[in-house]
């Protein structure tokens, strides 16, 4: 063994041994005089001399512990053995000895690969100052079998282009092509080459979707940039073809094309171009870890030249979708009732891998500066992801409270799932309305959207009567609100929820569309003074009965008052001193009055730290004439069974539309529902 130090490998003495920074992370080797006995070997690592030469003019002992030493340092990839690795001397691999150098340090046959990198057949293609610079970068990787197509994106310079091409070791006049070729000399050129790269200071998606299409079906590697504004984002997608660029412009919710769009400078597009060549370095030499499964793409900032990496999720509109059939849906109901119930533990962990401040369905988890005490309080940012809401919105903030931290957070994320998909409409997904013959769905999901929020035409979803089961017309507007109020609140409705079963989900959006039709009947001339509850007596579960200690602390009192109306769900009215705070029902009295008293105490919360943003909505307020002071009976307890008769009692169908038009999200929360009265 010849030991030879790894290039990449830099190390510091730190207290308790020696610390080692390289390409591959951080590795630590402790002990006391560690750090002294690397700091004297470290010049001799030079992969001239082999261990044992090393070690045979020292004592036996420490002879024995040198050679521990090196080949603890070979096991952990900090020395090479240049015995083995068969490299030529830096002056034969100049001007590259660095390239191969650092594709040694990763894997063995450094030469082989290399020399495969420098004779790729490449294909680059483009406009502008990013396309020149790319075409810089090659050849100073070592890149120099590349073909240059410039397309009418937009301006480049041509003097530079040609000047840097004319640099590069092989010349000859079809290096350089100005002008997109014919449709079947450019899929050939494109089929024909190992590696193409596809750069522009304004890059034409539909360009983008014709090259993944080429090399999907070639097996040429693509590598892509797609500028949008301020950044520009970089990767390989996975030629399996489940996950393209239109996934990730879908994503990112941006438009067709862009306009406008100010070409990075020099120094940005150089620093750009080197990344771009750097990993199509990885990529021909085999150093790349490309995921398949989990893609993730770079995203440059051009001003900042700060790069972040990010997960692409598959996005409906980038596929094909069509609405089921009576008899498939009736399967999908079947399949849901009969689903397991979702573990907290592990829903957490897979909504979690749904967060990307960029990509993700959820934009961000966290807590902000929102105090913590006496309640937890948790925010679950949501995209809107077909722009549902109109452009340029932000993100729709979904806020939950709870006893502790996990509660918070797993209330907000399984609130999220509701708002979600709430938020996603698919039109190729709709029914045509009735009495038309035409479809809703066009080749363009898109488009279709434009023309449903404006009401032209009026889609249908499927739902599931929860009297017999059977499925049912629903009118889009009717399970996605924001259609037509393109608002967020609508989003966040009463009937829109998400549980970890389907019975769960379906009771809570029925209890809620309860609530709703209990509060209006409040405002009828003819009701009567409600009754109150003496909540400092009422049976209480553990955590109402923290709520109603922790309530005694404000100087403010809390009244309640029964408010179950005409369905018999029960329900209560919460008031904090003379103002009305909120309303809530449940199947379970205990369940209605935990969740009122927390409601209030989140009010006490918001108002006792100035931070409004997590306070409870506003409800309309229980007029004075209401507010009885007879004691209330004791309310008997309900179920979905009984919320479904008492609503058809009153002239009520309700209907569950599972809000699955976006496939990725009902694979970790399958459990979302639209309850509809009908």
Not at 71 to 94: F, I, M, S, T, Y
Not at 519 to 534: F, I, K, N, T, W
Not at 542 to 565: C, H, K, M, N, S
Not at 594 to 615: F, I, N, P, T
Request: proline share 8%; aromatic share 6%; net charge negative.
């Amino acid at each position: 063994m010849k030991p030879q130090l790894a290039r990449d490998a830099y190390f510091a003495p730190v207290p308790d041994g020696v610390y080692w920074l390289t390409n591959k992370g951080p590795v630590t080797l402790t002990g006391k005089t560690i750090a002294a006995w690397i700091d004297r070997l470290a010049p001799f690592l030079d992969g001239q001399r082999s261990l044992d030469e090393l070690v045979a003019h020292l004592p036996e002992g420490r002879g024995a512990f040198v050679s521990d030493v090196v080949r603890a340092l070979h096991e952990r990839g900090l020395v090479k053995d240049a015995a083995v690795r068969g490299l030529p001397p830096d002056q034969v691999l100049a001007p590259h000895a660095a390239e191969v150098h650092f594709i040694d340090d990763f894997v063995d046959t450094a030469v082989v690969r290399f020399v495969r990198h420098r004779n790729c057949p490449t294909v680059l293609i483009g406009a502008g100052r990013s396309l020149v610079a790319c075409a810089a970068a090659g050849p100073r990787s070592g890149m120099d079998n590349v073909t240059v197509v410039v397309t009418d994106d937009c301006a480049t310079d041509l003097d530079e282009l040609s000047g840097v091409l004319g640099g590069s070791r092989r010349r000859g006049v079809d290096r350089l092509l100005v002008g997109e070729p014919e449709p079947d000399r450019f899929e050939r050129m494109v089929a024909g080459a190992t590696v193409v790269v596809h750069v522009s200071d304004r890059v034409s998606p539909a360009r983008a979707r014709h090259l993944t299409r080429i090399c999907h079906q070639s097996g040429t590697l693509l590598v892509q940039v797609v500028m949008t504004g301020a950044e520009a984002w970089i990767g390989p997608l996975p030629s399996t073809g489940r996950v393209g660029w239109d996934d990730a412009r879908l994503r990112l919710s941006l438009p067709e094309r862009e306009h406008g769009a100010e070409p990075p400078t020099p120094d940005a597009a150089a620093v750009l171009a080197d990344h771009v060549v750097h990993r199509v370095f990885r990529e021909v030499t085999g150093l790349a870890d490309t995921d398949d499964v989990r893609p993730r793409l770079a995203r440059f900032d051009l001003t900042t030249l700060r790069t972040t990496y990010h997960r692409v999720l598959p996005h409906p509109f980038a596929g094909s979708a069509r609405p089921q059939t009576a008899d498939e849906f009736r399967h999908t109901v079947n399949r849901l009732s009969r689903g397991p119930r979702l573990d907290e533990e592990s829903f957490s962990r897979r909504a979690a891998e749904l967060v990307d401040d960029r990509l993700g369905p959820f934009r961000a988890i966290g807590e902000r500066d929102f105090a913590q005490l006496p309640l937890h309080v948790s925010e679950v940012t949501v995209a809107d992801p077909v722009s549902l809401l109109g452009e340029d919105r932000e993100p729709v903030p979904v806020i939950a409270a709870g006893p502790d931290f996990a509660a918070a957070r797993y209330r907000a994320a399984v609130r999220a799932f509701a708002v979600h998909g709430s938020l996603f409409v698919d039109p190729r997904r709709l029914l045509a309305a009735a009495g038309s013959d035409e479809p809703t769905g066009r080749d363009d999901p898109a488009e279709d959207l434009v023309a449903l929020t404006a009401g032209d035409p009026a889609g249908q979803v499927w739902g599931s009567r929860l009297t017999d089961g059977e499925p049912c017309e629903v009118p889009a507007v009717a399970a996605f609100p924001a259609l037509r109020s393109r608002s967020d609140r609508t989003a966040a409705s009463a009937g829109a929820t998400a549980g970890y079963d389907w019975a769960e989900a379906v009771t809570a959006g029925v209890a809620g569309r309860c609530l709703d039709l209990t509060v209006a009947e409040l405002a009828d001339a003819d009701r009567q003074p409600l009754s109150a509850v003496d909540i400092g007596y009422t049976f209480l579960d553990e955590i109402g009965q923290r709520y109603r200690r922790l309530l005694a602390v404000f100087d403010t009192p809390v009244w309640v008052y029964d408010a179950t109306g005409s369905l018999g769900v029960p329900t209560f009215a919460f008031c904090l001193g003379a103002e009305t705070v909120a309303y809530t029902s449940a199947p379970r009295v205990i369940d209605a009055l935990r969740d009122g008293l927390e409601q209030v105490l989140l009010a006490c919360q918001a108002r006792m730290h100035s931070q409004h943003a997590y306070a409870p909505p506003p409800v309309p307020q229980l007029p004075p004439r209401l507010r009885g002071d007879e004691p209330a009976r004791q309310r008997q307890d309900t179920g979905l069974r009984n919320m479904v008769e008492a609503l058809c009692s009153n002239g009520w169908i309700p209907v569950a539309v599972p809000l699955d038009h976006d496939p990725e999200m009902s694979q970790v929360m399958p459990y979302a529902v639209q309850v509809v009265l009908r």
